[in-house]
């Protein structure tokens, strides 16, 4: 029977942590907060940015609200950007992805000072990963690992075959897994002959943004399958990048989805906000 990876549960028990470092920290006279901006309303990241900023209510971050209108310009944004930048009260600052059209992502993530870069998306903060120095790991990844970690699941010396290599997930992903002594494939679209590769994998992480997409002939017999993906199904349901009813009885553990990866994100940006702070003391 599968070890199933209660991402709720782990997330919960990082948070509390987090809660009681805030107060300690608190004690101290150190109080945390986070920008969150918002530009435009778009309905998913709403609901994303309601679910961090309840995180930081939970463990005593005071969340600092910018909701600002869909025209907004660049130049407003790099504004608002700078001059949080430069104000010792913001431990963090997030810009909820993706913005509209008209402002380029890039510019955004290189306006918002690596010291306070919370979300581990300046290129800053991804060199110190791969070089293996201090700085902010980018939130799922790091999630990831916090998720094996905590379930007693070894990584060094592992066999680990990432599926997607984007810039949020999949590299920084095969960073940290190899920053763990694991031996790491990366896999994307040109991979050839994928099944092979993936059922070389002791710890397969699922991070391309297809539904179901990996069945059972996938995975090798006693794996652990960590499933990043996240889709809502014709029938209102959640659903990974595995398949995971075809999957479960394969392998030695799984994520599910929801429950597996996602409440992780959140419980690691928070992670990352208490350790912005902390870097004060
Ligand atoms: P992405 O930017 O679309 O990247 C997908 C990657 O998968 C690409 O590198 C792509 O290869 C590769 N890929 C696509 N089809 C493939 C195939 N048939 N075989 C092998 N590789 C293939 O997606 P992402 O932002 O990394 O997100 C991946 C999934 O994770 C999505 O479902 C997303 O919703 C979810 N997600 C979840 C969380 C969370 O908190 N749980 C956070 C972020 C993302 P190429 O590079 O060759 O195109």
Redesign the pocket.
């Known amino acids: 029977m599968a070890q199933i990876i209660d991402g709720k549960a782990i997330a919960a028990q990082i948070k509390d942590e987090l809660k009681e470092k805030t107060a300690k920290l608190k004690e101290k006279g150190v109080a945390i907060a986070l920008a969150v901006i918002q530009v435009g309303n778009d309905p998913a990241s709403s609901v994303y940015v309601r679910n961090k900023k309840n995180a930081c209510a939970y463990i005593g971050i005071q969340s600092l609200s910018y909701e600002l209108p869909e025209e907004t310009s660049q130049e407003e944004l790099l504004a608002l950007i700078q001059k949080l930048n430069a104000d010792s009260q913001v431990n963090g600052i997030l810009v909820q992805l993706p913005v509209p059209k008209h402002i380029d992502e890039d510019v955004i993530i290189r306006a918002i000072s690596p010291e306070k870069d919370v979300d581990g998306f300046h290129p800053a903060s991804v060199g110190a990963m791969s070089i293996g120095q201090k700085g902010f790991l980018s939130c ?1 990844p790091a ?1 990831v690992i916090q998720l094996l970690k905590r379930s007693g699941i070894e990584i060094e010396g592992k066999e680990c075959v990432v ?4 810039n ?3 590299k920084p992903m095969a960073m940290l897994l190899l920053r763990e002594n694991g031996t790491v494939t990366i ?5 050839r002959n ?1 099944k092979e590769v993936t059922k070389r994998a002791d710890i397969l992480v699922a ?4 539904p179901k ?1 990996i069945t059972e002939d996938y995975v090798k017999e006693g794996a652990v399958v960590i499933d ?4 809502r199904q014709e029938d209102g349901k959640l659903c990974g ?1 595995v398949d995971f009813e075809q999957v479960v009885d394969k392998v030695h553990a799984i994520t599910p989805v929801p429950g597996g ?2 409440p ?2 959140i419980a690691m940006l928070m992670n990352n906000c208490v350790e912005s702070a902390q870097r004060t003391v």
């Open positions: 799922t999630g599926l997607g290599r984007s949020i997930v999949g896999t994307h679209s040109r991979t994928l991070a391309l943004g297809k997409f990043v993906g996240i889709h990048d990866v996602g992780m994100t």
